[in-house]
């Protein structure tokens, strides 16, 4: 049997972070991955994406053959959360009985998305510039 050596792939060193409207999060989601052992290697992968108006999970189960499952929710007009995807668990069959089981018991991440800045509007943006206008003169 032939050894593969380890490959390790690291990540970009971090930019600087701002507080402003347009920062953008600069925490590293891994600091390497090692690719040579996850070649031969069985792994399950659940990625949870959050945006204000959407919240989407990913998880992929990798046991000699990927299998990949997603699911997605988007806020509802009167400020819940609605999916049209099944439960996890319909998909037992290709990720596997406990990992179905935990992403339907993962809890919505629903507070995550009501910190994020909601986009600007015409009027806010013209009330800004008030603002600014407002503080110059004083």
Not at 48 to 53: E, G, Q, S
Not at 92 to 117: H, K, Q, S
Not at 123 to 135: N, Q, T, Y
Request: glycine share 6%; with cysteine.
């Amino acid at each position: 049997m032939q050894q593969q050596p380890e490959v390790l792939a690291t990540a970009a060193p971090p930019q600087v972070s701002g507080t402003g409207p347009s920062a953008e999060a600069t925490t590293r989601a891994a600091e390497s991955i090692d690719l040579a052992a996850s070649r031969s290697e069985c792994a399950a992968v659940v990625m949870v994406h959050i945006r204000r108006n959407r919240i989407g999970v990913v998880a992929s189960l990798d046991m000699g053959g990927l299998h990949t499952v997603a699911r997605v929710w988007t806020r509802d007009p009167r400020g819940g959360w609605a999916t049209r995807d099944a439960e996890f668990i319909a998909e037992e069959d290709r990720i596997g009985l406990e990992l179905a089981e935990y992403l339907d018991a993962l809890d919505l991440p629903t507070r995550v998305a009501d910190m994020l800045p909601r986009p600007p509007t015409a009027a806010g943006v013209a009330a800004m510039a008030e603002a600014e206008k407002e503080v110059r003169r004083a």
